[in-house]
């Protein structure tokens, strides 16, 4: 039908959902940051022993607390997770992503199955994926030269 309407329809799980990282409230920042590096994300999803999120730890929380606080590498990640953060079920519609996404700003979001517990991730770049994989003709992409043209001389 058209981009309104799938967007409206189509379950989150359409989407090209990444590896959630799921962590323990009793795990150090440094162990939680070091899992976020290893998988390059920006986030882990802090879960409770029933495997639903209590919490998300992002890099931008980390910024921000490196700057007040530089001796919390080694503290339980549980302490620091973000104010603000939400979850969508896999089979709610891409819809709801949006407008949760919009409506506190987030970058980030976590995927949840039926019984509530986090099973994968997504965000901006999952929701732009989305877009242009189903609607290639109205997005139009140009990859970014990645060179600098210095090698040649401007001017006289």
């Known amino acids: 039908m058209g981009l309104h309407h799938d967007i409206l329809n189509q379950p989150v799980s359409e989407l090209d959902l990444r590896e959630l990282i799921a962590v323990s409230p009793t795990t150090t920042v440094r162990d939680a940051v070091s899992k976020m590096r290893q998988k390059k994300l920006g986030c882990v999803v802090v879960v409770g022993e029933d495997g639903k999120p209590i919490g998300k730890f992002t890099e931008r929380l980390?910024?921000?607390?490196?700057?007040?606080?530089?001796?919390?590498?080694?503290?339980?990640?549980g302490q620091y997770t973000a104010e603000v953060w939400d979850m969508v079920k896999n089979t709610d519609p891409v819809a709801k992503l949006i407008d949760a996404m919009e409506a506190k700003?987030?970058?980030?979001?976590?995927?949840?199955?039926?019984?509530?517990?986090?099973?994968?991730?997504?965000?901006?770049?999952?929701?732009?994926?989305?877009?242009?994989?189903?609607?290639?003709?109205?997005?139009?992409?140009?990859?970014?030269?990645?060179?600098?043209?210095?090698?040649?001389?401007?001017?006289?």
């Open 62 to 77: 980390l910024i921000q607390l490196l700057l007040d606080h530089s001796d919390i590498l080694d503290h339980p990640v």
């Open 105 to 156: 700003k987030l970058r980030f979001m976590v995927v949840v199955d039926q019984d509530g517990k986090a099973t994968d991730l997504t965000g901006q770049k999952g929701l732009m994926e989305y877009i242009v994989d189903h609607f290639p003709r109205q997005v139009r992409a140009q990859r970014m030269a990645t060179e600098f043209f210095t090698g040649e001389r401007e001017g006289g």
